[in-house]
């Protein structure tokens, strides 16, 4: 009896800290994920759940392979940024047109 209420213990804690969602696998990744889950001796969830936490984690080999986010800017913070007036955008916007 004390160990069933200690696995429903356990279980109701899993079930706090996890997510139910259904995702759209093509077949053949799913085969093999199935296949890579019984060798490992593991589910599907818990394989699927380790790639997703290695991926995020993952840093670029390569620091410059990042770009840097840009935003454009319109208006009057576009001519005091960049130093283009609207009238010299507008004309180069619709050069070779």
Known sequence: ?????????FKAISMALTMKTT???????LKKAKEQAAA??????ELVNQSLRSYLHASPANASEVRAFSMPVFGEAARVTTGVSPAQMAEL????R
């Not at 009896?1 to 213990?9: A, G, K, T, W």
């Not at 995702?23 to 990744?29: K, N, Q, S, Y």
């Not at 490992?40 to 969830?45: A, G, K």
């Open 93 to 96: 916007r619709d050069d070779g």
């Open 40 to 45: 490992r001796d593991t589910t599907v969830s």
């Open 1 to 9: 009896m004390h160990n069933l209420l200690r696995l429903d213990f």
């Open 23 to 29: 995702l759209m696998i093509e077949d053949t990744i």
